[in-house]
């Protein structure tokens, strides 16, 4: 199963232009500009990528979540899932083969825009890079395990379309990971923490700002695993092998 998502991936490069490419090129514009929006917000000398390189990989690899969504839903629309049953396999191999090259999509982002960052744009973490690195492993299991309960909870592959990749984009641009949350509305700040990118970028800013290590970052991962387990149970609650999906047409 892992081999065809892989096949399907190289003849269709679209999701991971989406959660590279694309993140690449705003990060490379922006960056300049979030220097001085550091500097504002209490980082003076900071570049901009401390905040485009965390933030674009965040509200980038949310768009993970429609990822998963449609490699369970195409089964269901090529009418392909039943047999992916009748082979033998197991929900917890059939669900293990979905995630698995999304998981390889996200973490391969986040290697390709931090060293990215670090080689052209001026990037530094002051703190400890294992802090950013669990930081990002936890993200990318919260986007995956959302993608998952997406797929359990929502009925149609336009659902999954509308809901997450809007879902993306607002709770990417509300938690910070396009400009810093302090440089959002006022009557948009205190609803900010609702948000797992917030968590996210707050623990980044930690690491790669205020110079913090693992333990530093407790508090942001703590919440972020929450999100996870929280997702977690609803696709437990609502996944059913045997539930019907409705696909393009």
Same mark, same amino acid.
């Given at each position: 199963? =892992?081999?065809? +998502?892989?096949?399907?991936?190289?003849?269709?490069?679209?999701? @991971? #232009?989406? %959660?590279? /490419?694309?993140? *690449? !090129?705003?990060?490379?514009?922006?960056?300049?500009?979030?220097?001085?929006?550091?500097?504002?917000?209490?980082?003076?000398?900071?570049?901009?990528?401390?905040?485009?390189?965390?933030?674009?990989?965040?509200?980038?690899?949310?768009?993970?979540?429609?990822?998963?969504?449609?490699? =369970?839903?195409? +089964?269901?629309?090529?009418?392909?899932?039943?047999?992916?049953? @009748? #082979?033998? %396999?197991? /929900?917890?191999? *059939? !669900?293990?083969?979905?995630?698995?090259?999304?998981?390889?999509?996200?973490?391969?982002?986040?290697?390709?825009?931090?060293?990215?960052?670090?080689?052209?744009?001026?990037?530094?973490?002051?703190?400890?890079?294992?802090?950013?690195?669990?930081?990002?492993?936890?993200?990318?299991?919260?986007?995956?395990?959302?993608?998952?309960?997406?797929?359990?909870?929502?009925?149609?592959?336009?659902?999954?379309?509308?809901?997450?990749?809007?879902?993306?984009?607002?709770?990417?641009?509300?938690?910070?990971?396009?400009?810093?949350?302090?440089?959002?509305?006022?009557?948009?700040?205190?609803?900010?923490?609702?948000?797992?990118?917030?968590?996210?970028?707050?623990?980044?800013?930690?690491?790669?700002?205020?110079?913090?290590?693992?333990?530093?970052?407790?508090?942001?991962?703590?919440?972020?695993?929450?999100?996870?387990?929280?997702?977690?149970?609803?696709?437990?609650?609502?996944?059913?092998?045997?539930?019907?999906?409705?696909?393009?047409?």
């Amino acid at each position: 199963m =892992i081999r065809n +998502e892989l096949r399907l991936l190289r003849h269709d490069p679209v999701p @991971a #232009a989406v %959660l590279v /490419g694309m993140p *690449l !090129v705003l990060m490379t514009l922006l960056s300049d500009a979030m220097r001085s929006t550091l500097a504002a917000g209490g980082h003076a000398g900071a570049p901009g990528s401390a905040q485009t390189v965390p933030g674009m990989a965040c509200v980038f690899a949310s768009f993970a979540i429609a990822v998963v969504g449609f490699a =369970i839903f195409r +089964e269901h629309g090529w009418r392909t899932w039943p047999r992916l049953r @009748a #082979a033998g %396999l197991s /929900g917890r191999r *059939l !669900v293990g083969g979905k995630l698995a090259v999304p998981a390889l999509l996200v973490a391969a982002q986040h290697v390709v825009l931090f060293g990215f960052g670090v080689l052209f744009l001026d990037l530094e973490v002051r703190g400890s890079w294992p802090a950013v690195v669990l930081i990002a492993a936890l993200f990318a299991a919260l986007v995956l395990v959302a993608g998952l309960a997406a797929a359990a909870a929502l009925s149609t592959i336009q659902q999954v379309n509308a809901v997450t990749n809007l879902g993306a984009m607002a709770l990417g641009g509300l938690g910070g990971g396009f400009v810093p949350v302090d440089s959002l509305p006022d009557w948009v700040q205190p609803i900010a923490p609702v948000s797992p990118v917030y968590w996210a970028m707050q623990g980044y800013e930690t690491a790669i700002l205020d110079g913090g290590g693992v333990g530093d970052v407790l508090g942001p991962l703590a919440v972020l695993a929450a999100f996870t387990a929280a997702f977690a149970g609803i696709a437990l609650w609502r996944f059913r092998l045997d539930a019907p999906k409705r696909t393009w047409g």
